[in-house]
Every structure is written in C-alpha cells, then in structure tokens.
C-alpha cells in the first residue's frame, strides 16, 4: 500500500494568513493526488483533483502542486470558514490511502 | 446536482453482519462516467477506503478488508450497497458513500454522502 503521511498533523493560523499543508507519498504517485476539506460532523468535500485542478466551485485562494512525492495545499489568505481538518488522498493504485489528516484550527 | 443518501442500521452486533444501502438520485448510477465508492472514518480517526464498483460490474476491494466485503449495485433502484460480514468494535465508524470521478485516469470522490454512523456492540 502507498503510505500518505501529512505535515504538520495540526496548525494554528490567524484569518488572513497564508497556510501550506504538506503531503508525501510513500512512492511516487505521478500527479494522482487530490485534497479534501472535513468539518466536524460533516463529510469530506472535495478541493483539488490530480494535485492542481480547483473543483468548481472551490475558491481560487486554495491551490495545490507538487508531482511525484510531495505536494502542498496552500490557502492564500484564511477565511473563518476554512478552520477544518484536511487530507490527501492517492488515486494512483488501489487501495487508494488517504494521510491522517492537518486539523487547521484558529490561533 | 448528483446526490448521495446512505441508510442502514445504526447498531450492529460483534460478529453479525453491516449492510448500507446508497440511493443515488440527480442521475443514473448506470452512467459510465461515475463509479461509486463506500469509504468509512473510525470516530476521530482518520479515512479509510473500503472499495469501488463500477458500471462494468468490476470491483476494487481493500485487500484489509476484501475478505469480509461485498459491494452491489441495484440499478433498477438506483442504490449501491455495502455489506461487511464477522463484525468487530474495530468496524465501529462513520461509513460514506460517494461517487467516484474519472477524467484522463484521474480519479476523485465527489460527491460524498452525509455518512452514516454504525456501532459495532452487544
């Protein structure tokens, strides 16, 4: 199985900053990766697909990038409502893994 | 707008068998563009995929779990199902289905349903 591990597993920002979540792929994934956003009791809601593609919809201050490895979500400048937990997922090969999730929590 | 609802029991007994149902409305679950994926998240834990049918009929398992899983599709219901045999504590969680993307062979979960929470107890 690939391993997706997340960096860091917490973070504490203030509105308006600029945040970059980091995943690693325990083999390369090519650009098969793709982020989500989960709020507390919701489900997960999708935010980029293969690594840079914004879902419709999404606001243009989340983007993501990186190839092979390493990836990053970068939010531009923290709205209120962006205060969730975030995870990675693989769609290289199945089983398909997801990381273990960065909780963005408010500072 | 494609919409997903899982539906099932909330309690399950060590060692019986969980069964989930998905009604998929907004869409035909028959369409080639979508496959659909059952995706469960212990509580305050992290996702775990469970496994993916798509409108050929073919199925992607877990290999963790492949031995106790079965995914269905009921088109005539426009509902998929998930049941897991020999349950433990272990399989106590929020269980999602969603529907799976694909685009270039890319792939994505988009959308999700609400989940439904199943507690594996006496």
């Known amino acids: 199985d690939i391993q997706m591990t997340q960096s860091p597993s917490s973070l504490s920002a203030s509105v308006g900053d600029r945040v970059t979540i980091t995943c690693r792929a325990s083999?390369?994934?090519?650009?098969?990766l793709n982020w989500y956003q989960q709020k507390p009791g919701k489900a997960p809601k999708l935010l980029i697909y293969?690594?840079?593609n914004l879902q419709s919809g999404v606001p243009s201050r989340f983007s993501g990038s990186g190839s092979g490895t390493d990836f990053t979500l970068t939010i531009s400048s923290l709205q209120p409502e962006d205060f969730a937990t975030y995870f990675c997922?693989?769609?290289?090969?199945?089983?398909?893994?997801f990381g273990q999730g960065t909780k963005l929590q408010i500072k | 707008q494609l919409q997903l609802q899982e539906s099932g029991p909330g309690l399950v007994k060590p060692s019986e068998t969980l069964s989930l149902t998905c009604t998929v409305s907004?869409?035909?679950?028959?369409?080639?563009?979508?496959?659909w994926a059952w995706i469960r998240q212990p509580p305050g834990k992290g996702l775990e995929w469970i496994g993916n049918?798509?409108?050929?009929?073919?199925?992607y398992y877990n290999p963790s779990l492949k031995s106790r899983v079965t995914i269905s599709v009921d088109t005539s219901k426009n509902q998929f199902s998930l049941m897991l045999t020999s349950v433990t504590a272990a399989d106590t969680a929020v269980y999602y289905c969603a529907s799976g993307n694909w685009n270039y062979g890319q792939r994505w979960f988009d959308p999700w349903g609400q989940g439904s929470l199943v507690t594996v107890s006496s």
């Open positions: 997922q693989q769609s290289y090969s199945t089983p398909y893994t």
């Open positions: 049918i798509y409108y050929t009929g073919t199925i």
């Open positions: 293969a690594a840079s």
């Open positions: 907004g869409d035909s679950i028959s369409r080639s563009s979508y496959y």
């Open positions: 083999q390369s994934v090519a650009n098969y």
